[in-house]
T-cell receptor, first 115, second 115 residues
Framework: NAGVTQTPKFRVLKTGQSMTLLCAQD?????MYWYRQDPGMGLRLIHY???????AKGEVPDGYNVSRLKKQNFLLGLESAAPSQTSVYFC??????????????FGQGTRLTVV | AQKVTQAQTEISVVEKEDVTLDCVYE???????LFWYKQPPSGELVFLIR??????QNEISGRYSWNFQKSTSSFNFTITASQVVDSAVYFC????????????FGIGTKLQVIP
């Protein structure tokens, strides 16, 4: 059981380049999330999705776009990377059982460096 | 506003010592949830525990125990007889009903257990 898988695990981008991070979950979870983790700031929510075809902004959405065309996949896009987007990105998923009965499962993270 | 404070940014202990990780939270909501996650050096986040605001019972799971005190808005985590494998960053988080997008993470406490 793979759980939540993020691709790639590492990436170096030049300023202005674009890229897409892929998150795939095999647990049939309804909710999926993208976070970024920065030193001294914990995890901050970028975007999230409550179901296939739906997305919403989180705490720090600027500079990112997302899509959830299939239930199992949640893509995070950077259209024009900036050094401020250097971070570790985590994807998470959660089942919808009541409003709050389940914990989130996280991927292993993607370390992105923008130079 | 919701806030989670983990005042200890880094802790070092010698193996077999007990260690307590502090978590203080702020919220005006009466219904909320508290979480602890572990992030080992491999990078993934591992769910440890969830506690809702109506349940102040302390919990013990092997060498791990949690002390929830609403009077002091604290949800502290104690590791008894620490082991090297406990070395990780530990995150406390505060959440609310209505979706995981409302989870606020602390900045994390890095625990190093020295053999």
């Amino acid at each position: 059981n793979a759980g939540v898988t993020q691709t790639p695990k590492f990436r170096v981008l030049k300023t202005g380049q674009s890229m897409t991070l892929l998150c795939a979950q095999d647990m049939n979870h309804e909710y999926m999330y993208w976070y970024r983790q920065d030193p001294g700031m914990g995890l901050r929510l970028i975007h999230y999705s409550v179901g296939e075809g739906t997305t919403a902004k989180g705490e720090v959405p600027d500079g990112y776009n997302v899509s959830r065309l299939k239930k199992q996949n949640f893509l995070l896009g950077l259209e024009s990377a900036a050094p401020s987007q250097t971070s570790v990105y985590f994807c998470a998923s959660r089942a919808l059982i009541g409003a709050w009965d389940t914990e989130a499962f996280f991927g292993q993270g993607t370390r992105l460096t923008v130079v | 506003a919701q806030k989670v404070t983990q005042a200890q940014t880094e802790i070092s202990v010698v193996e077999k010592e007990d260690v307590t990780l502090d978590c203080v939270y702020e919220t005006r909501d009466t219904t909320y949830y508290l979480f602890w996650y572990k992030q080992p050096p491999s990078g993934e986040l591992v769910f440890l525990i969830r506690r809702n605001s109506f349940d102040e019972q302390n919990e013990i799971s092997g060498r791990y125990s949690w002390n929830f005190q609403k009077s002091t808005s604290s949800f502290n985590f104690t590791i008894t007889a620490s082991q090297v494998v406990d070395s990780a960053v530990y995150f406390c988080a505060l959440g609310f009903s209505g979706g995981y997008q409302k989870v606020t993470f602390g900045i994390g406490t890095k625990l190093q257990v020295i053999p």
